[in-house]
């Protein structure tokens, strides 16, 4: 897996930006979250379909930033949590023990 960390606010305006261009996936982690852990592990072996980008949140340390991702698309603050932004929109949510590789694969190809 190759992570883009998420750790500056002003990197959700790009990644807007580019969600009209190719699908950006957003991992919403907390490090103290045993479930939280096991979905990293297994995104972990997952390899990214291309033409896509994947960022990594690490909420203890920008909860900030978190709280704005929900307020822009319009989600529930959960954690762990997947998000799939196309065209300036979230177009896939998943949490939990439902985050699920293939899923997110399925999302990307078929979600407008």
Known sequence: MNWTPLSQIEQLQHINQQSFIRPQIIFKHSTRCSISKMAFSRLEKFEI??????YY????A??????T??????????SPQ???????KCVYTESHSGINANDIVHAIFSAN
Do not use: C, M, Q, V
Request: hydrophobic share 35%; no cysteine; proline share 3%.
């Open 49 to 54: 379909p291309s033409g896509t980008d994947f």
């Open 57 to 60: 949140l690490d909420l203890l």
């Open 62 to 67: 920008y909860r900030n930033i978190s709280n």
């Open 69 to 78: 991702i929900a307020e822009l698309y319009k989600t529930h603050h959960e």
């Open 82 to 88: 997947i998000l799939i932004i196309k065209n300036g």
